[in-house]
């Protein structure tokens, strides 16, 4: 018996209103770079260049730097360019080097953090975007991709928390104490 081959529906025509792009964040100026819990988030492309299928981030992690353990009910895909950390999956810490490739998977408890004395640098991609735009809500305008945020004192950091756990949930994201 022959089977026939499946019909799959033609691809939609190119969108001429959607852009290339091409992000340099040591040399464009255009890039937000964001200070956040003492790391430096460079935002390379946005949910609004993929119409929302996607956002990239260029992530400065210092010695001793990263987030504290959270979770969200979107992809974040992690490539280390630079250095070595620590990868907090579901309670398993796992070390990562620089060519690595980390994926958690949505909604899954998880913290990274730079155990080593060198600065880390990765990229994160979110799936669906919308990361970015969270981090801009907490963060804080820096000059340059590797600027450290400014220091908080302890007003500034419990401002900066109750902000960012109003914030969470709009940006399906659950703030922990324990990845």
Do not use: W
């Not at 991609?125 to 340059?144: H, L, R, Y």
Request: glycine share 6%; proline share 9%.
């Amino acid at each position: 018996m022959f089977e026939s081959t499946p019909q799959y529906p033609p691809l939609p025509a190119d969108d001429l209103q959607r852009n290339l792009t091409i992000a340099q964040p040591d040399k464009d100026q255009t890039l937000q770079h964001i200070g956040l819990v003492g790391d430096t988030y460079t935002l390379t492309v946005s949910g609004n260049e993929t119409n929302g299928r996607f956002c990239v981030i260029d992530m400065h992690i210092p010695p001793d730097g990263g987030p504290a353990p959270h979770r969200h009910d979107f992809e974040e895909t992690f490539i280390l360019l630079e250095g070595e950390m620590n990868a907090t999956f579901r309670g398993k810490k796992s070390v990562v080097r620089a060519g690595d490739t980390v994926n958690i998977p949505a909604n899954a408890p998880h913290q990274f953090h730079n155990a080593s004395s060198k600065p880390v640098r990765l990229l994160c991609i979110c799936s669906p975007s919308g990361q970015e735009d969270f981090f801009k809500q907490v963060g804080t305008p820096v000059a340059t991709r590797t600027t450290a945020p400014p220091k908080l004192d302890a007003e500034q950091q419990q401002q900066f928390m109750e902000k960012a756990k109003a914030l969470a949930p709009k940006y399906r994201t659950e703030l922990l104490t324990e990845a």
